[in-house]
């Protein structure tokens, strides 16, 4: 399986016949035991009045778990996943964030990549390199994980979120 970015810099009508920033696919549906590789390539050539976050003309992207839900609503459904959409905010990483059960490491190059960087600005990835491959990891724990990009969310109508479904076992030879 794989998890990458499609889109580019910009809002709707800037991006026709394209579309903004977004992980593709949208929702992963995955079993326990396969392999997932995440990757993705972003760019400094985008046209120079296009909106959004970081460095004009440059695409960046990182993925990063949503924080819980702070303020739980009466009645809605609790589906055990870690992150919540309806947050905009990333969970804090202490020690670990229990992402996909992923090393420390992996995390930190998920958040602010690693390799082909520029050791800048990093407060909106803009010295991030422009390609990031974690590689093949094995989902080892079933769950469901809901994440975002630190850049491409500015609490409106930008928001680039995903979520990954790691399908137990058990589960799988149910179906």
């Known amino acids: 399986y794989q998890r990458r970015v499609r889109g580019k810099r910009g809002n709707i009508v800037q ?16 079993n326990e035991g396969d392999y997932l590789h995440i990757q ?62 992923l090393s420390k490491d992996d995390l930190m190059a998920l958040a602010y990549h690693t390799g082909e960087q520029y050791f800048g600005d990093m407060e909106e990835l803009d010295d991030a390199g422009t390609h990031f491959d974690l590689g093949l990891r094995k989902m080892e724990k079933a769950g469901i994980w809901r994440y975002m990009c630190t850049r491409n969310n500015n609490f409106t109508n930008r928001s680039q979120k995903g979520e990954i479904r790691v399908i137990s076992k058990e589960e799988a030879a149910q179906a």
């Open 15 to 30: 991006t026709y016949p394209g579309v903004e920033y977004d992980y593709q696919p949208n929702r992963l549906e995955i």
């Open 40 to 101: 993705w390539t972003g760019a400094d050539s985008n046209p120079a009045n296009n909106a959004g976050q970081g460095r004009a003309r440059t695409d960046r992207n990182n993925m990063v778990l949503l924080r819980e839900i702070t303020y739980p609503k009466e009645g809605a459904s609790e589906d055990q996943a870690y992150g919540c959409f309806a947050c905009n905010y990333p969970e804090i990483m202490m020690g670990s964030t229990n992402f996909l059960e």
